[in-house]
């Protein structure tokens, strides 16, 4: 980091650390209790996010740690290869994250397209939902109930857990509306409703209220009692999970999925950051396989650039690196010497900050937006969440991939090549380059032509034309005196000619391709 530039706007970039490291504690332990993983894992993202991206990352405002696009890879990391695997596959990732970097891949994300980019957010959205519903209604984070088992559901529902997952969601969605006012949206959604949570859960307990949470329905960080403790609890990565095949799949699956959403992340910050100031990618992308690969190293979840953090940190009045760097300092600080204060949280709040932040990947307004924009749009889009509910994620986007690529050449078939003709004048135009995919319409198109026609080819829009679709065009040429054509070429491969109908011979064939004078 910049010292000077960082003392200079320390008075900005101190408070807008502290609001950042406020929202960053419910969503660093909610996104752990989502990918089934101990709490810890996911502080310790945070703490890596902030410490160690931001000292390599080349954005001012965007902030790493955990995220909610990574929970559904995570989560089937933990139940296949174990933590010490999905800690191994972090590392990994974070390796060819630093590949990518240096191979200037941070452009990537532009040739995917963004309706599957859009469906992949929304997919993951959904099953953050499906995925908390349970413990939004008191049920363990062990219990094996089903969601489409309702009498099981309702018979191990605690009235308290309801009512904190009810009330958070409140507020998380009370702080977007405008009639709140803007002194109270000073202060963090996700803190207050931590905070309110914990006092019901206090207040229920002290009134013996049937239902009250017991202690498997909070956060559990046991045997923190202070930096000893703390780094104690550190787990590195087995050398003998380098010999599981899947944990090089899951690495690859991470790095990909967190470079696309580190990018997008990226762009978005960049559109709101008050200065106008452009991240560079290449960069970001080094920034973040460092920081995956300590996070592996040190018992952490994968991180990325997070839009949620990001967008706290522009609204807090951040400025430079060092706000990211002070809520790093600070989720370190109350990891190594408070984490007995945030046992008191109730899983069921955070249940609720998640199924907030599902709702924001997958809400309505998205899937509505998509549908308006034509089916080249919402079908992608559709198939894309489809296919990661009922697959896995990486094969769910590379099926959209396909579906939206299917949808490309599709638009390039139609697009590339019109024709027009009226009585006996023809027209038919090449829009951009025509390759193998156009010929069987330019052939149809041909064979259209009837006798004594007069047909004007023009190709003065498009760079390339198939060798194939120049053969078609020659042979129609060819034998276009047997059948009285006129045919006129417009930069067609770079000729342009007219040749006209009855042609003495076929053996004068030679001749007959010259321009008529």
Known sequence: MSKALSLKTLPQDLPAGVVVFLVAIPLCLGISLASGAPPLSGLIAGIIGGLVVSMFSGSSLSVSGPAAG???????????????????????????????????????????????????????????????????????????????????????????????????????????????????????????AVLVAIGMDRLALAMGLPGALEAGQRISLPGLGGPVDFIGQLQLPVVADLLKPQVYMTAVTLALVASLETLLSLEAVDKIDPLKRHSPPHRELKAQGIGNMVSGMVGGLPITAVIVRSSANVQAGGRTRLASFVHGLLLLCSVAFVAGALEFIPLACLAAVLV?????????????????????????????????????????????????????????????VSFTHHDRYALLRFHTDVSFLNRDKVRYYLDEITDGSHLIIDAREAGFIDPDIQEDIDNFVYSSHERDIVVELKQVNGLTASYPALRSSRSSSDSDMAPAA
Not at 364 to 391: C, E, K
């Open 70 to 192: 990574l929970t559904v890879i995570v989560l089937s990391a933990v139940e296949q290869l174990g933590l010490s695997g999905l800690f191994m596959a972090t590392v990994l990732a974070g390796a060819l994250q630093l590949i990518f970097g240096f191979l200037r891949l941070g452009k990537i994300g532009a040739f995917v397209p963004s309706a599957v980019i859009k469906g992949m957010l929304a997919a993951i959205g959904l099953i953050l939902i499906l995925n908390q519903i349970p413990l939004a209604l008191g049920l363990s984070q062990d219990s094996e109930v089903s969601l489409l088992n309702v009498g099981a559901l309702l018979a191990n529902l605690s009235p308290v857990a309801l009512a904190i997952a009810v009330v958070t969601l409140g507020i998380l969605v009370s702080w977007e509306k405008p009639f709140m006012p803007a002194v109270i949206k000073r202060f963090p959604a996700a803190l207050v």
């Open 356 to 416: 907030h932040t599902g709702y924001k990947l997958a809400r309505p307004a998205t899937i509505l937006a998509h549908y308006h924009q034509g089916w080249q749009r919402f079908v992608p889009f559709a198939v894309t969440v489809v296919a990661i509910m009922v697959t896995n994620l990486l094969e769910g986007v590379i099926i959209g991939f396909l579906c939206g690529l299917y949808f490309l050449v599709r638009a390039n078939y139609h697009s590339s």
